[in-house]
């Protein structure tokens, strides 16, 4: 009849028993099953990330052997490093203290804690520098603690900077080191060095000074450990600018194999974007000359721009190459050259050779950012770089606005002064938040600097202002 004669309720155990058998079987509550699992899925899969963010950090990392409290050691080393070489050097360093008797602790430059060095008496940092004087990734933060510490530390301080001269701003975050001390009363036990392209001999130099200023004999001999180089193998090259006596190729390389396990921790080639940098080593120099690249790993291929320098050893190689030719190579991050995320405008601005990673940013733009690109050439029938390409992509809705400047011709004009021409739309973009991108030669961008500077002055901003928000970077060379 459909009536109830009786009911008894589950008991406590047979609850928790069908509680447990909805959850596994999903029946009745399959959302909250999926969840569930997702939600215990996600305990190895942060393991595993977390496991590979480690192994990123620690990329080109040596182990530090007999590394001392920091409590105990007589002598401190703090380490400011981006790519990793710097910890070989300081590792070097360790090791020949170590044997001179002395009880050392390394660590990075953001680990900086000047109360835990009780035993200390000297204090030895060791900083690169990325950018425009940037602080490399291990010494983020130190300035700040410095500057809000009480008081210098007791022990005295040994800055050596490692750079690269054909940078700009050489060793400008050492020197920026160096120069806070100073302002903080931290007495010197050394003054402030460098050390050029990873220089060994450099590095022996200063180690005998150090020697000297400790009262000990120290030989430092350091053999840098080269980057893992690749053979890259050109594809196709375009041809500009011999009319105008700047001979310039864009060359695409094929993307090399690579391995696993460099997918898996993104090592090398396996991952990229524009902006990056590729060290091509060429035949008859030790020295690594460096290209930005005008193309991410999702484009498929490796592209950069290479104007042939006279008598110039790399890119008289480079811009020689024909289809089927190989180069030796190895990919170097530059973080701080980066679009960022977010719907923020970009100003791109560059001449010559930097439409490179700028050209690479608009082909990436696949979500229709605003993009505004000022580009410098010398004459648009012999230099005008991607020419077709931008036009194709301003159709697509990658690229809102094209500017032009052309150097040669009856009304010469630069890309500061199309900038300058241009001074209301710029100073309102920059007002509403855009990040401003330069690329090029060290001239082209000091001339953009001055230019900003004073589109930028009714407005109350500079672009040292902007610089330090990070929306204000440069590529420059
Ligand atoms: C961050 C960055 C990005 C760059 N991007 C580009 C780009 O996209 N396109 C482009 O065309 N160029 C770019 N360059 C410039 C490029 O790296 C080369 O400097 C340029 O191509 C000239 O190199 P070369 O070998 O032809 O000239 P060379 O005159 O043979 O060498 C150039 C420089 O290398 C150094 N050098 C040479 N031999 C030695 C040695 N034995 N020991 C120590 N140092 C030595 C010297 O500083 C010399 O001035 C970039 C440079 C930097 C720093
Ligand atoms: C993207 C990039 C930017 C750099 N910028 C500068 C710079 O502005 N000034 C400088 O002196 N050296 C610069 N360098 C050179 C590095 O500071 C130098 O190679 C240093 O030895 C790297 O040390 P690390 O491997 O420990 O990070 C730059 C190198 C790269 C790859």
Redesign the pocket.
Known sequence: TGALLAWTDLTGWERVSETIYMLHTGQGAATLGLVLGLMALGVPAMGVTGVVVWLAGRR?RPRIRGNQPAGRAQTILL?????????GFAATLHAALTQAGQRVHTAPMSAFAPERYAAANRIIVLA???????A?ASAKGFLDRLAAADHAPDAPLAVL?????S???????AKAVAAAAEAKGWRQLMAID??D??SPQDFARWGRALGDAMGVDLELSHEPVRPATETLTLVSRRDYGAEVQAPTAILRFALPRVSLWQRFVGAGFARFDAGD?IGIMPEGSPVPR?YSLASARRDGFIEIVVKKHPGGLASGQLTALEPGDTVTAFL???P??RTGRGRAPLILIGAGTGIGPLAGFVRGNAGQRPVHLFFGMRHPASDFFYGEELRAWQKEGRLTRLVTAVSRGTRPHYVQDVLRGDAAQVAQLIRDGARVMVCGGRDMAAGVADALAEILAPTGLTPAALKTEGRYVE?VY
């Open positions: 080109g380490v400011g490093s981006e790519g990793g070489s710097t910890w690169a520098t990325y950018g425009d004087g940037a490399p900077g490692f750079g690269d001269r940078f700009p701003a050489y060793c400008a975050f460098t050390i392209r990873q940098l460096l170097r991050r530059n701080g050259f590529d």
